[in-house]
């Protein structure tokens, strides 16, 4: 059973409808989260990943369109 994954923005957390290996791609993990007009922009934006216990976070641009 896949653990449950949670993907935060800033200090909003996303919806994800979609965790787990891409079809077609060896060993390529794929999270589709939706990310709403009213998130936090910035230059340096932590997004967090969690799972299992586990969490990596990157720091990204988020620009508003």
Known sequence: MTQPVQVTLGRSVLQ???AGLSPGLVGVYQIN???PFNIEEGVQVPLT?????QSTTILIRVVNP
């Open 16 to 18: 994800s409808n979609f």
């Open 33 to 35: 989260a939706f990310v």
């Open 49 to 53: 990943i969690t799972q299992g216990g």
